[in-house]
C-alpha cells in the first residue's frame, strides 16, 4: 500500500452500506481509516468486502464503544451510518461533548436525524424511490427502474465526505468540530437534474422513456454487435458533422434536404430524425464506429461491460485502476474519481487488515496542518436588500472566492455545492458562448421563457454572480487573467487545450497565483490517448460499464434520462477542490468525468474477476399500487412479514406463488399508507416518487426544508432543490437566485479589479462584456 503522508487523515469508519462509498474515497485521499464493527464478520475476499475496504484496518469488537473511545481523541474524522435507532455516538455525544469537540462527525441515515420519518428504514433501492431517481427509469406503463449499482447510497456516501471535509475546512478557523446531518433521500433528490424542477418551472413531470432523454436529442442505438449511446445535440457542427458522415456513405437519406438544418424541426420530428440515425449506426460494428465518431469529434461511446474497463486505453494510460493486494494474488480494482497528492497514481491498496481492540492510529496525534487555511478576504457588498456575496459569516468555506469558467450541468452544479456553504461564486459566460442551460428551448422548461428565466439555469446556478466576457476579444482574455490572480479556486469544464490559448494553463496560472487551486474537469481528462473525445452524460455512462448495467435479461440497455454523470463528477470535484483547501495550498486537480462515473461502479469489476457476487431480491421490489402509474419501493424482507402486512393467507403448498399473491394484494393498497404500516413492521418501504411528488407531497422533505424559495427577479417566487449536507454549526444555505446574464459585470470589475467608470466604458464599448 502507498505510504502514507505526514498529514494524514485519521477517520473511524462505523458504516453501515448506506456510507461505504464516503470511508472508500477517504481511502482514496491517504487516510488512515480503522473501521470499527461489532457485526460478524465479513467473508474474507469477496468482491464486496475487498471492493469498499480495501486499504483500511478492521477491528471487530463486541465492546464497540470502548475502542471508540480510545480512539476518538486523535480522530479527525468519523463516518457513521445507519437507521437512527442503531446510531451509538450520538448518545456518547451528548454524554461527553468535550471528546467531540474537534471531530467532524458526519451521520448518514435513510431520512436525516430530524422530521416525521426520520426512523424509517431504506436500503438503497427504497432510498432511489423515496428521493424520485427510480421513477425515471424504465418503460412507460411498467414498473420504474432504479439505476444499477447502489447509485443512491454511493451519492449518499460522496456528500458524506465533502461534509466530512467541509467540518475540517471550518475546523481550520474556528478549531471546532461538528456533527453533519445527512439524508440518503435528500442526497438523490438533489440528483435528478430536471426530475423535480420541471414540475416547479413547468408544471410537467417526466415519465419513464426507456431511456430516451427528454430534452437532449441522445439515447441507446444498436449496432451490428453491440449498442452505442450517442446523438445530435450540442453545437450545430455536431450536427453537420454527423450529417456528412452519414452522406459519405449515402446514409443521409431525406437528412440533406435544407429544412432539417433547423433544429427546431430536428427537435420536432425527432422519432424520424432517430430513424434515420439508428440505421446508419445499425451499418456499423459498435467498437468502429465509436473509434470514428472520437476521430471526428462526436459525442458517441460503445457501451462496455464493466470487465472491459481493464482494456480501456484511456484508463490505462492515465493509470486509473486500482490493484489490490490480496492472499491470492493481485486483483483489479475501479479506481478512485481523482488522484489525491496524499495517494499519487498507481495505486495498490492491500486487503482489508484485520486488527485487535488494541490497534493504534499509524501517524500519531495530530499530524494534519495547522492554522485557517490561506484564503483571501474578499470584498462584500453592503448595498441595502443586498446580502453578502459569497454567504453569511460563519459557513465552511466563508472568505473563498471561486472564478467559475463552467457551462451545462457537471461544472456548474459542482460551484453550486461550494456556494452553499459560503463561497462567492463568479460565474463567467457570455452570450456568445451560449450555455444551453440559458439558451436551449428545451433546458428552459418554461414555456416563452426567455434565457434569463431558464428554470434548468435558475436551479443550478443560485448563489452565484454572473460577469458577462466575450473571451474572444483579446481584452477580455485579459480581464480573465487579472480575475485569476484574485481568486482562491478556479474551475473549468472546457475540452483540453482551451486554457491555454487564453494563458491560464495551470504552469501559467500558478505563476499568477501560486497558491490557485485550478480544479479542471474534461470529460476524459487532460491526458491520454482519448484526450480530445467529445462527451455528453449519456456517453461517459456508456464508457463507465454503467450503462451495460441497466439491460439483462434479454433487453438491451436502456441509460439513464437524467445527467447522473455529470453530478457524479461535479461531487467528486467538490471533493478534490476541499481537499487542497484544507490542506491550505494550491495544485492542479485533473478530474476525468469518465473516471468519477467509474469509481461509481461499486465492486462490478471485482465481481467480474472473482465471479458474481450480486444480490437479487427474492420477491418482486417495486409493485403498483392503488391509483394511475403509483408504486412501491419493498426493500429486503421475509415473505412472512408481507404476508403478515398484507393479511394474505399463507398455503402450506411449496409450490405457493408468494410473489403473485404480494403483487396481486400491494396493487389494491394505497402506496403512503402501505409504506406506513411495513416500516411499522420493521420492513423498508417508500412510495416512488414523482417530481410533483417530492415537491409538493412528502412530508419528510417538506418537514426538513428541502425545498427553498427564493425570490427571482423575472420569475418570482420559485422553489430551489436544497442543500444535502447540513452541518451542526456551519450549516450551508442558499440565499440568493441565480443571476441574470452578466448582472453583477461591473460591479465585480470595480470590487476586484478597481476599474474606473473610463475603463469600463471602453470594455463596454468593444464588445468585451456581453
Given at each position: 500500500?502507498?505510504?502514507?503522508?505526514?498529514?494524514?487523515?485519521?477517520?473511524?469508519?462505523?458504516?453501515?452500506?448506506?456510507?461505504?462509498?464516503?470511508?472508500?474515497?477517504?481511502?482514496?485521499?491517504?487516510?488512515?481509516?480503522?473501521?470499527?464493527?461489532?457485526r460478524?464478520a465479513?467473508?474474507l475476499g469477496?468482491?464486496?468486502?475487498?471492493?469498499?475496504?480495501?486499504?483500511?484496518?478492521?477491528?471487530?469488537?463486541?465492546d464497540?464503544e470502548?475502542?471508540?473511545?480510545?480512539?476518538?481523541?486523535?480522530a479527525?474524522?468519523?463516518?457513521?451510518?445507519?437507521?437512527v435507532?442503531?446510531?451509538?455516538t450520538?448518545?456518547?455525544r451528548d454524554?461527553d461533548?468535550d471528546?467531540?469537540?474537534r471531530?467532524?462527525?458526519?451521520v448518514?441515515?435513510?431520512?436525516?436525524?430530524t422530521g416525521?420519518r426520520?426512523?424509517w428504514l431504506?436500503?438503497?433501492?427504497?432510498?432511489?424511490?423515496a428521493?424520485?431517481?427510480?421513477?425515471l427509469?424504465g418503460?412507460p406503463?411498467?414498473?420504474?427502474?432504479?439505476?444499477?449499482?447502489?447509485?443512491a447510497?454511493?451519492?449518499?456516501g460522496?456528500?458524506?465526505?465533502?461534509a466530512?471535509?467541509?467540518?475540517?475546512?471550518?475546523?481550520?478557523?474556528?478549531?471546532?468540530?461538528?456533527?453533519a446531518?445527512?439524508?440518503?433521500?435528500e442526497?438523490?433528490?438533489?440528483?435528478l437534474?430536471?426530475?423535480?424542477i420541471?414540475?416547479?418551472?413547468?408544471?410537467?413531470?417526466?415519465g419513464?422513456?426507456?431511456?430516451?432523454?427528454?430534452?437532449?436529442?441522445h439515447r441507446?442505438?444498436?449496432a451490428?454487435?453491440g449498442y452505442?449511446a450517442g446523438?445530435?445535440?450540442?453545437?450545430?457542427?455536431?450536427?453537420d458533422?454527423l450529417?456528412?458522415?452519414m452522406?459519405?456513405?449515402?446514409a443521409a437519406?431525406?437528412?440533406?434536404?435544407?429544412?432539417?438544418?433547423?433544429?427546431?424541426?430536428?427537435?420536432?420530428?425527432?422519432?424520424?430524425?432517430?430513424?434515420?440515425?439508428?440505421?446508419?449506426v445499425?451499418?456499423h460494428?459498435?467498437?468502429d464506429?465509436?473509434?470514428?465518431?472520437?476521430?471526428?469529434?462526436l459525442p458517441?461511446a460503445?457501451?462496455v461491460?464493466?470487465?472491459?474497463?481493464l482494456?480501456?486505453?484511456q484508463?490505462?494510460?492515465?493509470?486509473?485502476?486500482?490493484?489490490?493486494?490480496t492472499?491470492?494474488?493481485?486483483v483489479?480494482?475501479?479506481?478512485?474519481?481523482?488522484?489525491?497528492?496524499?495517494?499519487?497514481?498507481?495505486?495498490?491498496?492491500d486487503?482489508?487488515q484485520?486488527?485487535g481492540?488494541?490497534?493504534r492510529w499509524?501517524?500519531?496525534?495530530?499530524?494534519?496542518?495547522?492554522?485557517p487555511?490561506?484564503?483571501?478576504r474578499?470584498?462584500?457588498?453592503?448595498?441595502?436588500?443586498?446580502?453578502?456575496?459569497?454567504?453569511?459569516?460563519?459557513?465552511?468555506?466563508?472568505?473563498?472566492?471561486?472564478?467559475?469558467?463552467?457551462?451545462?450541468?457537471?461544472?456548474?452544479?459542482?460551484?453550486?455545492?461550494?456556494?452553499?456553504?459560503g463561497?462567492?461564486?463568479i460565474?463567467?459566460e457570455?452570450?456568445?458562448?451560449?450555455?444551453?442551460?440559458?439558451f436551449?428551448?428545451?433546458?428552459r422548461?418554461r414555456?416563452?421563457?426567455s434565457?434569463d428565466?431558464?428554470g434548468?439555469?435558475?436551479?443550478?446556478?443560485?448563489?452565484?454572480?454572473s460577469?458577462?466576457l466575450?473571451?474572444?476579444?483579446p481584452?477580455?482574455?485579459?480581464i480573465?487573467?487579472?480575475?485569476?490572480?484574485?481568486v482562491?479556486v478556479?474551475?473549468?469544464?472546457?475540452?483540453?487545450g482551451v486554457l491555454?490559448?487564453?494563458?491560464?494553463?495551470?504552469?501559467?496560472?500558478?505563476?499568477?497565483?501560486?497558491?490557485?487551486?485550478l480544479?479542471?474537469?474534461?470529460?476524459v481528462?487532460q491526458?491520454?490517448?482519448?484526450?480530445?473525445?467529445?462527451?455528453?452524460?449519456?456517453t461517459l455512462?456508456?464508457?463507465?460499464?454503467?450503462t451495460?448495467?441497466?439491460?439483462?435479461?434479454?433487453?438491451a440497455p436502456?441509460?439513464?434520462?437524467?445527467?447522473l454523470?455529470?453530478?457524479?463528477a461535479a461531487n467528486?470535484?467538490?471533493?478534490?477542490?476541499?481537499?487542497?483547501?484544507?490542506?491550505?495550498h494550491?495544485?492542479?486537480?485533473?478530474?476525468?468525468?469518465?473516471e468519477?462515473?467509474?469509481?461509481q461502479?461499486?465492486?462490478?469489476?471485482?465481481e467480474?474477476?472473482?465471479?458474481?457476487?450480486?444480490?437479487h431480491?427474492v420477491l418482486?421490489?417495486?409493485?403498483?399500487?392503488?391509483?394511475?402509474?403509483?408504486?412501491?419501493?419493498i426493500?429486503?424482507?421475509?415473505?412472512?412479514?408481507?404476508?403478515?402486512?398484507?393479511?394474505?393467507?399463507r398455503?402450506?403448498?411449496?409450490?405457493?406463488?408468494f410473489?403473485?399473491?404480494?403483487?396481486?394484494?400491494v396493487a389494491?393498497?394505497d402506496?403512503?399508507?402501505?409504506?406506513?404500516q411495513?416500516?411499522?413492521?420493521?420492513?423498508?418501504?417508500?412510495?416512488?416518487?414523482?417530481?410533483?411528488?417530492?415537491?409538493e407531497?412528502?412530508?419528510?422533505?417538506?418537514?426538513?426544508?428541502f425545498?427553498?424559495?427564493l425570490?427571482?427577479?423575472?420569475v418570482?417566487?420559485?422553489a430551489?432543490?436544497?442543500?444535502?449536507a447540513?452541518?451542526?454549526?456551519?450549516?450551508?444555505?442558499?440565499?440568493?437566485p441565480?443571476?441574470?446574464l452578466?448582472q453583477h459585470?461591473?460591479?465585480?470589475?470595480?470590487?476586484l479589479?478597481?476599474?474606473?467608470p473610463?475603463e469600463?466604458?471602453?470594455?463596454h464599448?468593444?464588445g468585451a462584456?456581453?
Amino acid at each position: 500500500m502507498t505510504s502514507l503522508s505526514t498529514s494524514t487523515l485519521r477517520v473511524l469508519d462505523l458504516t453501515d452500506d448506506l456510507a461505504f462509498q464516503a470511508a472508500r474515497l477517504l481511502v482514496g485521499l491517504g487516510a488512515d481509516v480503522i473501521r470499527v464493527t461489532d457485526r460478524p464478520a465479513v467473508p474474507l475476499g469477496t468482491a464486496d468486502h475487498l471492493h469498499w475496504h480495501a486499504g483500511k484496518r478492521v477491528c471487530r469488537s463486541a465492546d464497540l464503544e470502548t475502542v471508540l473511545v480510545r480512539l476518538l481523541p486523535d480522530a479527525d474524522i468519523v463516518l457513521e451510518s445507519g437507521p437512527v435507532t442503531t446510531l451509538r455516538t450520538l448518545g456518547l455525544r451528548d454524554a461527553d461533548p468535550d471528546a467531540w469537540s474537534r471531530v467532524s462527525h458526519v451521520v448518514v441515515t435513510p431520512f436525516g436525524l430530524t422530521g416525521p420519518r426520520s426512523t424509517w428504514l431504506a436500503d438503497d433501492l427504497v432510498a432511489t424511490a423515496a428521493g424520485g431517481m427510480a421513477w425515471l427509469g424504465g418503460d412507460p406503463g411498467q414498473a420504474p427502474q432504479p439505476p444499477p449499482r447502489q447509485q443512491a447510497t454511493q451519492l449518499a456516501g460522496t456528500h458524506a465526505a465533502i461534509a466530512a471535509l467541509l467540518g475540517l475546512v471550518a475546523r481550520r478557523r474556528t478549531g471546532r468540530g461538528q456533527l453533519a446531518d445527512l439524508s440518503v433521500q435528500e442526497a438523490v433528490a438533489a440528483t435528478l437534474e430536471t426530475g423535480a424542477i420541471s414540475w416547479i418551472h413547468a408544471g410537467t413531470v417526466p415519465g419513464r422513456t426507456s431511456g430516451v432523454y427528454g430534452h437532449v436529442a441522445h439515447r441507446v442505438f444498436a449496432a451490428s454487435d453491440g449498442y452505442l449511446a450517442g446523438g445530435y445535440s450540442g453545437s450545430n457542427r455536431m450536427w453537420d458533422d454527423l450529417l456528412a458522415w452519414m452522406d459519405e456513405q449515402r446514409a443521409a437519406e431525406d437528412l440533406t434536404e435544407p429544412r432539417w438544418q433547423d433544429p427546431v424541426l430536428r427537435w420536432e420530428r425527432r422519432p424520424h430524425v432517430d430513424d434515420v440515425v439508428g440505421r446508419f449506426v445499425a451499418r456499423h460494428t459498435a467498437e468502429d464506429f465509436s473509434q470514428e465518431a472520437r476521430r471526428r469529434s462526436l459525442p458517441w461511446a460503445e457501451i462496455v461491460s464493466p470487465a472491459r474497463l481493464l482494456e480501456n486505453p484511456q484508463l490505462r494510460d492515465r493509470e486509473f485502476l486500482v490493484d489490490i493486494e490480496t492472499s491470492v494474488g493481485r486483483v483489479a480494482d475501479v479506481g478512485f474519481p481523482f488522484a489525491s497528492r496524499a495517494l499519487p497514481r498507481p495505486v495498490r491498496l492491500d486487503e482489508p487488515q484485520h486488527v485487535g481492540a488494541d490497534v493504534r492510529w499509524l501517524d500519531g496525534p495530530e499530524a494534519s496542518p495547522h492554522g485557517p487555511p490561506r484564503i483571501r478576504r474578499r470584498l462584500v457588498s453592503n448595498r441595502p436588500g443586498d446580502d453578502k456575496a459569497g454567504g453569511a459569516p460563519g459557513q465552511a468555506l466563508d472568505g473563498v472566492r471561486v472564478l467559475d469558467l463552467t457551462w451545462v450541468l457537471a461544472g456548474p452544479y459542482m460551484t453550486k455545492i461550494l456556494g452553499e456553504h459560503g463561497a462567492d461564486i463568479i460565474k463567467v459566460e457570455s452570450a456568445h458562448r451560449q450555455d444551453p442551460t440559458r439558451f436551449a428551448p428545451s433546458m428552459r422548461l418554461r414555456p416563452g421563457a426567455s434565457h434569463d428565466e431558464s428554470g434548468y439555469f435558475i436551479n443550478f446556478n443560485r448563489d452565484k454572480r454572473s460577469l458577462a466576457l466575450n473571451l474572444r476579444k483579446p481584452r477580455a482574455q485579459e480581464i480573465l487573467r487579472r480575475l485569476a490572480a484574485e481568486v482562491d479556486v478556479v474551475v473549468e469544464n472546457f475540452s483540453p487545450g482551451v486554457l491555454a490559448r487564453w494563458g491560464l494553463a495551470y504552469p501559467e496560472l500558478s505563476k499568477i497565483n501560486p497558491d490557485v487551486i485550478l480544479v479542471s474537469m474534461a470529460g476524459v481528462g487532460q491526458t491520454g490517448p482519448w484526450r480530445p473525445a467529445v462527451t455528453f452524460a449519456d456517453t461517459l455512462a456508456a464508457m463507465s460499464g454503467l450503462t451495460y448495467e441497466t439491460g439483462g435479461e434479454g433487453r438491451a440497455p436502456q441509460g439513464l434520462t437524467f445527467g447522473l454523470g455529470d453530478m457524479v463528477a461535479a461531487n467528486a470535484a467538490a471533493l478534490a477542490a476541499l481537499e487542497l483547501l484544507y490542506a491550505g495550498h494550491g495544485g492542479h486537480v485533473d478530474l476525468s468525468q469518465l473516471e468519477a462515473m467509474a469509481a461509481q461502479l461499486g465492486p462490478a469489476l471485482v465481481e467480474s474477476r472473482l465471479g458474481g457476487t450480486r444480490r437479487h431480491a427474492v420477491l418482486p421490489d417495486v409493485l403498483r399500487t392503488r391509483g394511475d402509474d403509483r408504486w412501491i419501493a419493498i426493500g429486503s424482507a421475509a415473505p412472512e412479514l408481507l404476508t403478515t402486512a398484507l393479511k394474505i393467507e399463507r398455503e402450506a403448498d411449496e409450490h405457493t406463488d408468494f410473489a403473485r399473491m404480494i403483487s396481486t394484494a400491494v396493487a389494491e393498497r394505497d402506496a403512503d399508507e402501505l409504506a406506513a404500516q411495513l416500516q411499522q413492521l420493521g420492513v423498508p418501504a417508500y412510495p416512488v416518487r414523482d417530481g410533483r411528488d417530492l415537491v409538493e407531497a412528502d412530508e419528510q422533505l417538506a418537514a426538513r426544508g428541502f425545498y427553498v424559495d427564493l425570490e427571482h427577479p423575472l420569475v418570482g417566487k420559485v422553489a430551489h432543490e436544497g442543500v444535502v449536507a447540513h452541518l451542526s454549526e456551519t450549516p450551508g444555505a442558499i440565499r440568493r437566485p441565480a443571476p441574470l446574464l452578466g448582472q453583477h459585470t461591473d460591479e465585480l470589475l470595480v470590487e476586484l479589479l478597481g476599474l474606473g467608470p473610463d475603463e469600463l466604458r471602453t470594455l463596454h464599448d468593444e464588445g468585451a462584456l456581453e
